[in-house]
């Protein structure tokens, strides 16, 4: 053979082994997603998942902690624990995520509302106050009229320690001496020379 024929007989061959290699690397002996299997009697590769089996995330098995709602609606009690932390949590995402329209006082008075965005209610304002926890959590979940949907920015426990700082800041703008503990009555009445 001369030499170019040489060289030519030498490429197909090195094609054919190589590509013939590609092809055993492609199609290996695994199941891909939904692929159908002999080896199952229902001839799916796909097993279901084993009896018991429960989700890592809260919400599959507690629908109240995921929706808001109850049997009765929405609920009134946060079904969380709350604490300072989840409180100062709360304030925080409160402070990033709403205060820009409903204000840090939640008045809903924010920048963007001052700036010609529409204005929310006040959260003082008695319907707002006598609103469930679960309606709270529901506007930040699913949106509220012009208000959009910020489930996919809040994770769920995040949007409840919120729902818990816009009730404590309910209560601070609405609150009564009556609602102060009494040594910290003392303290303020000591701290202002007030006498009671
Ligand atoms: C871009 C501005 C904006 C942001 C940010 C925003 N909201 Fe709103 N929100 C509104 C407006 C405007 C309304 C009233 C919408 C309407 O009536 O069409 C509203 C309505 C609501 C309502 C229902 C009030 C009612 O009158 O019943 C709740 C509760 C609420 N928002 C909570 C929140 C919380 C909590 C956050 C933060 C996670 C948030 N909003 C972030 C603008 C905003």
Redesign the pocket.
Known sequence: MSRPWRLLAFALAAALVLSACGRNMYDQPKAETYEASPFFADGASSRPLPEGTISRERGAIDPVYLTGMGDGGFVSELPIEVSEGLLRRGQE??DI??S???NYNGD?N?M??QKG?????S?HEQ??LD?PAG??YN??TNG?????S?ASR?PVED?WA??AY?RALQLSQNATLDDVPAEILEELDAATGEVR
């Open positions: 995402r409160y995520f709403c820009v329209c409903h809903g924010g963007i509302v965005f529409v204005q929310p209610a959260f319907r707002l609103s309606y709270y506007a930040i509220f009229g012009r208000m959009y910020y809040i949007r919120i729902v816009v």
